[in-house]
T-cell receptor, first 112, second 114 residues
Framework: AQSVTQPDIHITVSEGASLELRCNYS??????LFWYVQSPGQGLQLLLK??????LVQGIKGFEAEFKRSQSSFNLRKPSVHWSDAAEYFC??????????FGTGTRLTIIP | NAGVTQTPKFRILKIGQSMTLQCTQD?????MYWYRQDPGMGLKLIYY???????DKGEVPNGYNVSRSTTEDFPLRLELAAPSQTSVYFC?????????????FGAGTRLSVL
């Protein structure tokens, strides 16, 4: 069965430290890949997306993600986090004409 | 630009009551979606629409109904509310078909059924 896994439920990092959030998927074909961010009390906002081409994609707010076909992963990274990055992050995956499947989310806490 | 607007933001219902969650978008998007978000469960698709007059079930449609009489509006109806419907509900829209197009989300409706 097709699935999306975000193995980390909650991550805490210090302000200024680097960040990596993991996303793994199980699909037969190369999927469309997205990262969304949800700030407290808000809807989801797109950070970045991968459809094809360069496997390292840049997004808003200084985030980037790398598609690794061999590992079926699409991990989100940021070299130096800011307190305003505290939020919940969702990986979403889709193939063909199917609807998006969202991961269960990773909640990010920033320590001053 | 307002984007996707949901009302109300919060609501408490008693078991067995009914209500309609409103969603409107001003981006002339063809596709609209309703999701529910439960803690630790991510987003689950309830219903979606590919255009006015056309709706279809998603992953968790039981207990809900939708209609799409205009491009802009996509209300979600809860009949006979149950505690299992306590959740945060998000409406979203996209210009073209999933999964290749970006979805734009509303701020959500937090519903409690007691």
């Amino acid at each position: 069965a097709q699935s999306v896994t975000q193995p980390d439920i909650h991550i805490t990092v210090s302000e200024g430290a680097s960040l990596e959030l993991r996303c793994n998927y199980s699909y037969g074909a190369t999927p469309y890949l997205f990262w969304y961010v949800q700030s407290p009390g808000q809807g989801l906002q797109l950070l970045l997306k991968y459809f094809s081409g360069d496997t390292l994609v840049q997004g808003i707010k200084g985030f980037e993600a790398e598609f690794k076909r061999s590992q079926s992963s699409f991990n989100l990274r940021k070299p130096s986090v800011h307190w305003s990055d505290a939020a919940e992050y969702f990986c979403a995956v889709g193939v063909g004409n199917e609807k998006l499947t969202f991961g269960t989310g990773t909640r990010l806490t920033i320590i001053p | 630009n307002a984007g996707v607007t949901q009302t109300p933001k919060f609501r408490i219902l008693k078991i067995g009551q009914s209500m309609t969650l409103q969603c409107t978008q001003d981006m002339n998007h063809n596709y609209m979606y309703w999701y529910r978000q439960d803690p630790g469960m991510g987003l689950k698709l309830i219903y979606y629409s590919v255009g006015a007059g056309i709706t279809d079930k998603g992953e968790v449609p039981n207990g809900y109904n939708v209609s799409r009489s205009t491009t802009e509006d996509f209300p979600l109806r809860l009949e006979l509310a149950a505690p299992s419907q306590t959740s945060v509900y998000f409406c979203a829209s996209s210009y073209s078909m999933p999964p290749s197009d970006i979805q734009y989300f509303g701020a959500g409706t937090r519903l409690s059924v007691l």
